[in-house]
């Protein structure tokens, strides 16, 4: 049986609109009501088009946004009940690889600095082994040592991400969270940093949460895959299991979509149609203004997110057994 590592329990993160006062307030659902668990030694896809809440997810569970409401329980303590002094100290278990590596980097300091702040900050080694340290974790990700006294700017992009997964890995972390770790590279260098980052997973006994918008990127690297639509979870399942047979109208359209590197083989392409549903519905389905397949449930009840097959859950009233 796998240990659970992370546990979140109906997630939600509201923005409050920049239009909207005090008295009569209105929120942006970016997260709503969200659940999964994440076991040890595995990697978590979470896939979605952009805005759908996948890094915000991310970010709230490093409670680098504050969550509305929902447990956050990681090694079976509830992040989302520690005060900011705490969090900080647990943070050394869960580190974060940006999606942007120029922009996630200082670049007015070097890498030895960079990667010297998060031992710094947890209070680990002494100067000398703060150094050697860093040297190991350079050559780790594929860099050389004496590149610790280059700045940012002095790195291609997929070194710079190297640098990032390096930085993310220097407390010696459990849990790992890739924010859209490859968006930002060419694709030749994506594989090199995928390869890297599976490489190190089996080395370092690491757990990821990657989070991506390129299904063909998570099916390469995930075990399981959560898909995101405004805010919620409307299909988890294993990732063989989610590319062979999706479930959901939206999970079936983004999977049509995917290119196939096979002139002679041909899909029919699901075209979503409709305007996109507001996330500041409370109630009915939030697909359900560009699915084919809607009925007048659809729009009166929100489906819930319940397993129809051993793994595979789907929110979604054609598999209702209400």
Not at 56 to 73: A, C, V
Not at 134 to 147: A, T
Not at 156 to 181: C, Y
């Amino acid at each position: 049986m796998q240990n659970t590592l992370l546990k979140v329990d109906n997630l939600k993160k509201y923005f409050l609109k920049r239009s909207s006062s005090l008295k009569n307030a209105s929120y942006v659902k970016a997260v709503d009501d969200v659940s999964f668990e994440v076991f040890e030694g595995e990697t978590l896809g979470i896939v979605g088009e952009s805005g759908c809440g996948k890094s915000t997810t991310g970010r709230t569970i490093m409670r680098l946004l504050e969550p509305t409401s929902g447990s956050i329980k990681f090694d079976g303590e509830d992040l989302s009940t520690l005060s900011k002094k705490v969090i900080r100290e647990k943070r050394r278990n869960i580190q974060m690889v940006f999606q942007d590596p120029y922009a996630s980097l200082n670049p007015r300091h070097t890498v030895k600095k960079i990667l010297e702040e998060p031992l710094i900050v947890h209070k680990l080694g002494n100067s000398q082994e703060r150094k050697e340290k860093v040297d190991e974790y350079l050559e780790i990700v594929g860099l050389d040592s004496y590149h610790a006294k280059r700045y940012p700017h002095q790195f291609s992009g997929g070194q710079r991400q190297r640098v990032g997964i390096a930085r993310a890995l220097m407390t010696n972390p459990k849990l790992i969270i890739a924010d859209e770790p490859v968006s930002a590279l060419d694709v030749s260098i994506q594989a090199q940093v995928l390869n890297l980052m599976q490489r190190l997973q089996e080395d370092l006994k690491l757990t990821y949460i990657f989070i991506a918008h390129d299904l063909g990127v998570v099916r390469h690297i995930s075990d399981r895959v959560a898909v995101m639509y405004l805010g919620s979870v409307v299909e988890l399942a294993e990732s063989e299991s989610l590319y062979a047979e999706p479930l959901h109208p939206y999970t079936k359209a983004l999977l049509s979509a995917v290119p196939i590197p096979d002139p002679s083989y041909e899909r029919e392409k699901i075209i979503i149609t409709g305007d996109i549903s507001s996330s500041f519905t409370d109630s009915g389905c939030k697909f359900q203004a560009r699915c084919p397949y809607a009925t007048v449930t659809c729009k009166m009840n929100t489906p819930k997110l319940v397993e129809v097959k051993p793994g595979h859950s789907v929110a979604c009233h054609l598999y209702s057994t209400d």
